[in-house]
Nanobody, 126 residues
Framework: QVQLVEFGGGLGQAGASLRLSCGAS????????MGWFSRAPGKEREFLAA????????DYADSVKGRFTISRDNAKNTIYLQMNSLKPEDTAVYYC???????????????????WGQGTQVTVSS
């Protein structure tokens, strides 16, 4: 089992950058595929990015491809989401998630993941 805590949310202006971190406690973090999702007010949870256990395979939603980068440091039990060129429509609560899986680079389906953090708020002003 793994517990996840997100850090790094806050306020930013359009065009700015923020980096989110997600720290994991528990055993065998390097066995987990990881993902980032967001939920804006009144909207469904949205897939953003996923990464495999090794960090060698990633997947991105079209809405963030080229602007956001997911990465991980297994030695630090942490994954990151570097967010550049932020837009007001990026305003949401951001969640990291995990599933023990050495075969796949995560998933775009939130039902795939069985561990979630509590979320961190990102607000982008125009």
């Amino acid at each position: 089992q793994v517990q996840l805590v997100e850090f790094g949310g806050g306020l930013g202006q359009a065009g700015a950058s923020l980096r989110l971190s997600c720290g994991a406690s528990g055993r065998d973090f390097s066995n987990y595929a990881m993902g980032w999702f967001s939920r804006a007010p009144g909207k469904e949870r949205e897939f953003l990015a996923a990464i495999d256990w090794h960090g060698s395979s990633t997947d991105y939603a079209d809405s963030v491809k080229g602007r956001f980068t997911i990465s991980r440091d297994n030695a630090k039990n942490t994954i990151y989401l570097q967010m550049n060129s932020l837009k007001p429509e990026d305003t949401a609560v951001y969640y990291c998630c995990a599933r023990e899986d050495l075969m796949n680079a995560g998933s775009r389906d939130p039902m795939y993941y069985n561990f979630w953090g509590q979320g961190t708020q990102v607000t982008v002003s125009s």
